[in-house]
């Protein structure tokens, strides 16, 4: 197993502070608008892009709602082992609010393709974005595509991309691990 | 670990106590589903359920049909009161007709103790036992934990008291093995007649006096007297059973602490508990049937996630 280094602490910050900046130029004060960061790793991206808007550009009061979507799954009963659940949390109304989803890596679509069933639960958003830090080109299942992107990556199959957060792994960096 | 040890839900004693504390965190999940303003998930759209209840039932059948709608698994019902039961059909008959009709998984009650068992080696359809005479039924005592571990936090070295019937009682038994898996210390209350002589080797002791079983314990579970496995008298009259196993206001309020009281239904009200005590705050018994529910959600889950596609 070998792994390359895609993106080193600085670069992810970089493309962190131009996420931040892409959503206030299309939210502005964020009174009509929602981040959901899918669980389970959408959401230290979703709270870091939430802390540096707080902090960094003034923006107050972002509501950010945690999303799982393992029961919405379309592998149900096809892979070996079942995937556990994680806590949904969104304790405000996404009802005709703009929602942003907030995920580390897309990849396939189809954890978008379940998110977006399963925030159909909680009311009817007036409009759905989505936010990846990295957008795998050439490998999607389903048309879906980001409304904002950290980094596009030509990654083949059996390569995984792998997102690091200093929170959780100690470092900020974006990893291709070749098996 | 995501996945559970058994193929079936047969009894508590069939499964272990990670088993136990996967279907809670399972069902934690699912509690906050059925609290959403859309309460169903997809998971189990290709999934059929029979519920066969060859005995009567009103919460579990309930509880069992909304879990298994909230999952959105198709349903087909079936009781014996209206069924080619009654023309001498025999159960591995029935069973094996329904089947037929491409059925994955069945939730059974039947009145003999063993009918789930008896059925698992029989057929191909992942089976859960919703009661099966007075031998146990498991999906009850994951409720009554888990509402015990959601008042606590844990149930590891909580005093439990179980009182009343607990010769007849499928309740009782399968609530012993789930507290003794996860830590809990347990005793039964109730007239020497309805206690079975073997039950210590359980690991349950027995307390003859209700007031002090009540100053020992954290939580305590009101059994219904079950009339209708009963071949004899065990105790000579209803009134007397009330007053010296009948929970009421008066002894509850003169314990010097605050105990949480459970009843798995239904409630015979002036029998085994009055109406203060069920109506009051101590009692938990409504939050026991939410969580049934979600409860048998996460069994219901997490079994279909073993079963075959068909396709394979």
Request: glycine share 4%; net charge neutral; with cysteine.
């Amino acid at each position: 197993m070998s792994q390359k280094v895609l993106l080193n602490a600085t670069e992810v910050n970089i493309a962190l502070h131009r996420l931040a900046c892409q959503l206030i130029e299309n939210h502005d004060t964020f009174s009509e608008t929602v981040l959901i960061g899918i669980q389970p790793r959408g959401v230290f991206l979703a709270e870091r892009i939430k802390l540096l808007l707080e902090t960094t550009y003034k923006v107050k009061n972002i509501e950010l709602g945690y999303l799982d979507i393992t029961f919405y799954r379309d592998d149900f009963r096809r892979n070996d082992k079942p995937i556990e659940a994680s806590t949904t949390k969104i304790d405000f109304i996404i009802e005709d609010k703009k929602v942003v989803f907030v995920d580390d890596v897309l990849y396939t679509g189809r954890s978008i393709r379940a998110a977006l069933t399963a925030i159909q639960s909680f009311g009817r958003p007036l409009e759905i974005e989505l936010l990846t830090f990295i957008d795998r080109r050439f490998s999607r299942h389903l048309p879906i595509q980001p409304d904002y992107r950290g980094r596009q990556v030509d990654a083949i199959n059996h390569e995984k991309v792998k997102v690091c957060w200093e929170e959780n792994e100690g470092l900020d960096a974006v990893y291709l691990i070749k098996n | 670990m995501s996945e559970l040890s058994v193929k079936h839900l047969l009894g508590i004693k069939y499964i272990n106590e990670n088993d136990i504390n996967l279907i809670f965190k399972t069902a934690d999940h699912f509690k906050e589903v059925i609290n959403r303003s859309i309460k169903k998930v997809p998971s189990l759209r290709d999934i059929t359920i029979a519920n066969l209840f060859f005995e009567n039932s009103t919460r579990t059948r309930l509880s069992f049909e909304l879990a298994e709608k909230r999952l959105s698994a198709d349903v087909v019902n079936f009781s014996a009161s209206s069924s080619s039961v009654k023309k001498g059909e025999t159960l591995i008959d029935t069973v094996n007709n329904i089947l037929s009709m491409k059925v994955d998984m069945v939730v059974m009650r039947h009145s003999n103790p063993g009918a789930g068992i008896f059925l698992s080696k029989h057929i191909n359809a992942s089976i859960i036992n919703a009661g099966d005479g007075a031998h146990e039924h498991p999906t009850q005592a994951l409720l009554d934990c888990y509402s015990i571990r959601e008042q606590f936090g844990e149930v590891a070295g909580k005093n439990i008291l179980i009182v009343g019937d607990i010769l007849h009682s499928r309740v009782a038994l399968s609530n012993i093995f789930a507290l003794k898996k996860l830590g809990a210390n347990v005793k039964v209350c109730g007239p020497k007649t309805l206690i079975p002589k073997y039950i210590s080797s359980l690991g349950v002791t027995v307390e003859l006096s209700l007031k002090k079983a009540l100053e020992w314990c954290d939580v305590a579970n009101m059994l219904r007297v079950q009339n209708e496995r009963m071949d004899i008298n065990y105790f000579p009259t209803t009134r007397e059973y009330t007053q010296q196993f009948g929970l009421n206001k008066k002894i509850l309020d003169s314990l010097d602490k605050e105990i949480i009281v459970m009843h798995p239904g239904p409630i015979n009200r002036g029998v085994e508990i009055t109406s203060d005590v069920a109506d009051s705050s101590q009692a938990i018994i409504l939050n026991q049937v939410e969580n049934g529910v979600a409860i048998r959600m996460a069994v219901l889950y997490l079994l279909a996630s073993k079963l075959q596609r068909n396709e394979d």
